[in-house]
């Protein structure tokens, strides 16, 4: 930010904002390698995200001007070329068209990040991957996100069935945990267990059918977690081909919520490996 | 339902489904000892929570027309007084106001519900509490309850600065646990752990500066889990009052969701005391 401070917008239809006008219809359709973040937390997550060269970096932010003075450390972590406007709660409204933002709103760029198998292949020779097919709720994205990074997780990698996390809600429901967290999303579940399998993984499915108890899974230098979809969970062809493991609870209940079923597996597996 | 089936709706202004206009906006305000039940599974929660005889109960059920046959051995589940309704999808949408209902409704009444010294007083030798202080979200509230549920929780006590599980939102949620979970929603935190403290629960505070790991809690007949509001956390003249857990995770982060809390230390209690 320029020495003079942030730029004040007095109209919603100044071009140099022009990257915040509706961002609530427009990430549900095009992506253009742009995502937003909102909120003080995830601001800090960019922040080391865009330190961090991981590929993800700040391209404007935009602040109600309220706001302006209790961010100031948190502004003074980004670069200076980074701009930084504000405007009033009338403006601020006009161009976000919504007001989920609580005044705090970044436009992000992502580019050049490492596919599955350059990911796969940089993994430490101890580590913990969780795997995700199918999911479909950005709700649930975000919060697995969450649970990896809390737990330890050195890197998510998904299907390409499964959803985009760097969609607004998902990185906000993550607290920002999207932006630091190395992930992959391309290619069948079949390909992402064979190259785990070939990674030297301890691969277990999770599903209420599960053989083993996650409170029994033996530690082992690398562990890969592996969810499915919200609805039915994971396929029994993908469950024939790995290990699995059930959450118990109580029966003629619905089985627990994946974010959930996953944060309960990850701490135990993260426990045993003493990771955490 | 009577042997006709389900009566037909034509008009949006029918008074026989006067209870169900405009629903979304009405359960933010007034309660009148109503709820909202939405979708399929929280209907059969709603069923066997009317047959249980708790002091819930059905009023009324209103379905898209092209639900009903699917649905015909759930109805059965009620008794033939409650009235089933149905409508098509334009006079469906004209009386909710929204349209994230699935075309499965149900008006629900409570009355008679225990209080929270006469749960106490009855609760099994043995037995599960989660305590709740402060919950001011809907969602978490409902995914507590689902937790609960899934682990075996005897009955969930809340003080009276937590937010009504009954809202529609967190029946939703809870996939109907709150409708089959015994609870109460009365008093302040210092007198319901007063209460647990008399009755011969070890109870132990849920916070990121917990003494113990939640995997070393020790099993008791008695346990309560008692957790905070999703900023804050439990503040520290309640957590100097009871024994503290923390859930180990990665530092430098926010600390998990207070739902995804204490569905890992749900899960750890329910397992060292045997009850799933």
Redesign the interface.
């Known amino acids: 930010m320029g020495v003079a401070g942030p730029i004040r917008i007095e109209d919603s239809a100044d071009s140099r904002i022009a990257g915040f006008v509706s961002i609530r219809e427009r990430d549900l359709t095009g992506r253009e390698g742009r995502f937003i973040a909102e909120g003080t937390?995830v601001l800090r997550m960019l922040a080391a995200a865009h330190r961090s060269g991981r590929g993800i970096a700040a391209e404007a932010i935009l602040l109600l001007e309220s706001r302006v003075a209790g961010l100031a450390s948190l502004l003074a972590e980004f670069p200076p070329e980074v701009p930084v406007y504000m405007a009033d709660a009338r403006v601020f409204d006009a161009i976000a068209g919504f007001n989920m933002h609580r005044g705090v709103l970044a436009l992000g760029r992502f580019d050049q990040m490492p596919g599955r198998d350059a990911l796969i292949a940089n993994l430490p020779t101890c580590s913990l991957v969780l795997a995700a097919c199918g999911i479909s709720n950005h709700d649930n994205m975000g919060?697995l996100f969450?649970?990896a990074?809390?737990?330890?997780v050195d890197a998510v990698l998904m299907d390409q069935t499964t959803c985009d996390p760097m969609y607004r809600k998902a990185i906000r429901v993550s607290?920002g945990?999207v932006l630091t967290l190395p992930f992959a999303r391309e290619g069948t579940a079949a390909d992402l267990i064979e190259r785990l399998q070939a990674g030297g993984f301890a691969i277990w499915g999770l599903s209420p059918r599960g053989e083993t108890d996650v409170?029994e899974i033996a530690p082992a230098p690398r562990t890969a977690l592996l969810v499915g979809t919200e609805g039915e969970g994971l396929p029994q062809t993908i469950l024939s081909a790995v290990r699995t493991a059930r959450?118990?609870?109580?029966p003629g209940?619905?089985s627990?919520?994946v974010?959930?079923a996953a944060?309960?597996a990850l701490?135990q597996v993260?426990?045993v490996n003493g990771r955490?």
Do not use: K
């Open positions: 937390v919060s969450r649970n990074a809390a737990f330890g607290v945990s409170g959450i118990r609870q109580r209940l619905d627990l919520n974010a959930m944060g309960i701490h993260a426990r955490i």
